[in-house]
């Protein structure tokens, strides 16, 4: 199994700034990828943002970044520009084949 | 992306009584998929593994006879939350992913409330 930490049960961010969302992660795969997911008060999972362990680059999409270390074997999550509609539940997870393991999440609440 | 419908979305019903939760894999085939329980404010907890034409796979801890799990074709997945308490009130997920080590498509949710 995988173990996956989010240290941070709780952020404020005020509109338009940007925010750092901690994930550090134990795992003994050699290969693997890391996933964010938000989840907004409907309970839906939202698909976020991926990156391999391999890959050379940090993922980015759209306002949303991945800070890959993989030596700290860390990957926080970057909202840039921050708007209302981010405030959410944000979990970073590892699969092992099709089976995610999630960290505890981080509740994300963008002031105006 | 690939769909995943999970119904219903909520749902309400007497302590003692049976309820049955669909999700169904609207684009893909999926010979497994995921069922996922989650209290307010914390993380998603994985409950047991269904497998098309085959017995689930329960984590440890999860009552087998109270959350009955069928996977009898390769778009559906039930689970059945057998004789339900107020305890039982929770918020239950399922995802499933059109191939190996991909993103995981999940349900809408459904909340379920024990009266």
């Known amino acids: 199994a995988q173990k996956i930490t989010q240290t941070q049960p709780g952020m404020f961010v005020q509109e338009k700034e940007a925010v750092t969302l901690d994930c550090t992660y134990d795992t003994s795969d050699p290969s693997y990828g890391l996933f964010w997911y938000k989840q907004p008060s409907s309970g839906e999972m939202i698909f976020l943002i991926y990156?391999?362990?391999?890959?050379?680059q940090n993922a980015t999409e759209g306002r949303y970044s991945l800070n890959f270390q993989k030596a700290r074997k860390s990957a926080n999550l970057v909202i840039s520009a921050s708007q209302l509609g981010d405030s959410a539940m944000y979990f970073c997870a590892i699969p092992t084949g099709n089976q995610f393991y999630f960290g505890t999440g981080t509740s994300l609440t963008v002031i105006p | 992306g690939a769909v995943v419908s999970q119904h219903p979305s909520w749902v309400i019903c007497k302590s003692g009584t049976s309820v049955k939760i669909e999700c169904r894999s609207l684009d893909f085939q999926a010979t497994t998929m995921f069922w996922y329980r989650q209290f307010p404010k914390q993380s998603l907890m994985l409950m047991a593994t269904s497998n098309e034409g085959s017995k689930a796979t329960y984590e440890q801890g999860v009552e087998k006879d109270k959350f009955l799990i069928n996977h009898a074709s390769l778009t559906l997945s039930t689970l059945t939350v057998t004789s339900a308490h107020p305890e039982d009130s929770s918020f239950y997920i399922c995802?499933?992913?059109?191939?190996?080590?991909?993103?995981?498509?999940f349900g809408q949710g459904t909340r379920l409330t024990v009266v």
């Open positions: 990156q391999g362990s391999y890959d050379q």
């Open positions: 995802s499933a992913s059109p191939s190996l080590n991909t993103e995981a498509f």
